[in-house]
């Protein structure tokens, strides 16, 4: 059975472009987070998605923008990268009814902003 | 504004030699605290989630425990392999799944 697997491994953008990660749930999960986390301090929530809406919001600003497929991956979009971007992107996904609790972390995609 | 701390920031231990490492939160409402162990270019991995005051938790040479302001992970006779950070988490009632990390506890075991 696959974890969470996220894609691209890696990722060097400049700054002012546009970025897409993508995640995909482990089997049987149908929810799923995206979290920021930037050298040596925890992950901070982005936001949750849940039956393809967005069900809750940390404290990003509107350039970071998701999306749920009825397959329940996900994509997460930054517009107009900033160098302060540049982060480790994990995406965490939990069962159905478990919401926070006991959430599955995929690697992380490393970006990096010149 | 919920919160939480994590301290010591980086721990180093010898091999069998006990400790604890400490997590406090400010949260409205409990809803759950949640700990998680990283190893570097990795993503965090479940290890436990605690619900109220006085409850506790094991697995293997971990122990978590919950206060109604802090909680504890206490390491038994640690082996070089249990070297990562350890994460502390909280969500609250009204935040529900917006999960609050704390700086984490980078912990090194020499052997």
């Known amino acids: 059975d696959a974890g969470v697997t996220q894609s691209p491994t890696h990722l060097i953008k400049t700054r002012g472009q546009q970025v897409t990660l993508r995640c995909s749930p482990k089997?049987?999960?149908?929810?799923v987070s995206w979290y920021q986390q930037a050298l040596g301090q925890g992950p901070q929530f982005i936001f949750q998605?849940?039956?393809?809406?967005?069900?809750q919001r940390g404290n990003f600003p509107d350039r970071f923008s998701g999306h749920q497929f009825p397959n329940y991956s996900s994509e997460l979009n930054v517009n107009a990268l900033l160098l302060g971007d540049s982060a480790l992107y994990l995406c965490?996904?939990?069962?159905?009814?478990?919401?926070?609790?006991?959430?599955?972390f995929g690697p992380g995609t490393r970006l990096t902003v010149t | 504004e919920d919160q939480v701390t994590q301290s010591p920031e980086a721990l180093r231990l010898q091999e069998g030699e006990s400790s604890s490492l400490n997590c406090s939160y400010t949260?409205?409402?409990?809803?759950?605290l949640f700990w998680y162990r990283q190893d570097p270019g990795k993503g965090p991995e479940f290890l436990f989630t605690?619900?109220?005051a006085g409850e506790e938790k094991e697995k293997e040479r971990l122990k978590a425990t919950l206060t109604k302001k802090e909680s504890f992970l206490h390491i038994t006779a640690p082996k070089p392999e249990d070297s990562a950070t350890y994460l502390c988490?909280?969500?609250?009632?009204?935040?529900?799944?917006?999960?609050?990390f704390g700086p984490g506890t980078s912990l090194s075991v020499i052997p």
């Open positions: 949260v409205s409402g409990l809803r759950g």
């Open positions: 998605y849940y039956e393809e809406e967005e069900r």
């Open positions: 988490a909280v969500s609250g009632k009204t935040s529900y799944d917006k999960v609050i």
């Open positions: 605690l619900y109220s």
């Open positions: 965490a996904s939990s069962r159905p009814g478990q919401g926070a609790e006991e959430q599955y």
């Open positions: 089997s049987g999960h149908d929810t």
